[in-house]
C-alpha cells in the first residue's frame, strides 16, 4: 500500500499545487480587484467630499440668500410704512405745489402785463421826448419873450410908481 499511498500522495499533492495554483491565481485577481475597488472607493469618496463640500456652499448661499430675503421683506414692509406716512405729506406738497404755480401763473401774467405796460411807456416817452426835441426852440423863444414881457412890466410898473406915490402905498399894503 506504500506505493500507492506515494502515487495518491503524489496526485493528491499535483491537485493540491494545482488546486493551489488556481486558488493563488484566484487570489491575485480578487486581490487587484481589492486594489482597484480600493482605488474605485477612493476616488468615489473624493468625489462624495468633493458633493458634499458643494452642497455645504450651496447651503451656506440658500441660507444667505434667505437671510438677505428676510432682510429685504423687513426693509420693504418698513419702506411701506414709511410710504404711507410720507403720502399724506406728499399730497400736502402737491397741493402747494399747486397754489404756488397758480400763483406763480399769476404773478406772471402780471409780470407780463407790467411788462407790456412798461413798453408802452418807454414808447410814450420816447414819443413825448421827440415831440420835446422837436419843439425845444418853441420853448426857447416863448421864455425869452416871457422874460422880455417880464421886464417890460417891470419897467412899466417902475415908472408908475415913481410917477404916483399913492400906488406906492397901496402896494406896501397889499403886500
Known amino acids: 500500500m506504500p506505493i500507492e499511498t506515494d502515487v495518491d500522495y503524489k ?36 468625489v462624495i467630499a468633493e458633493k458634499e463640500r458643494i452642497i455645504l456652499s450651496l447651503r451656506q448661499v440658500a441660507e444667505n440668500r434667505d437671510t438677505q430675503i428676510r432682510e429685504l421683506e423687513i426693509r420693504v414692509s418698513s419702506l411701506e410704512r414709511e410710504n404711507s406716512n410720507f403720502e399724506p405729506k406728499i399730497k400736502e406738497f402737491e397741493r402747494d405745489l399747486k397754489k404756488q404755480r397758480d400763483q406763480f401763473g ?3 401774467s402780471l409780470a407780463e402785463e407790467l411788462d407790456e405796460e ?8 420816447e414819443l413825448r421826448d421827440e415831440w420835446f426835441r422837436d419843439h425845444i426852440g418853441v420853448f426857447s423863444s416863448m421864455c425869452n419873450a416871457l422874460k422880455s414881457r417880464e421886464e417890460i412890466t417891470r419897467e412899466t410898473a417902475l415908472k408908475r410908481s415913481i ?6 402905498f397901496a402896494r406896501d399894503i397889499e403886500m
Open 118 to 125: 412798461l413798453r408802452y411807456a418807454r414808447k410814450e416817452i
Open 106 to 108: 399769476k404773478l406772471y
Open 11 to 46: 496526485r493528491e499533492y499535483e491537485k493540491e499545487q494545482v488546486r493551489l495554483t488556481k486558488l493563488w491565481d484566484a487570489y491575485e485577481i480578487q486581490e487587484k480587484d481589492f486594489e482597484q475597488a480600493k482605488e474605485k472607493i477612493k476616488v468615489l469618496e473624493d
Open 163 to 168: 410917477s404916483s406915490p399913492k400906488s406906492e
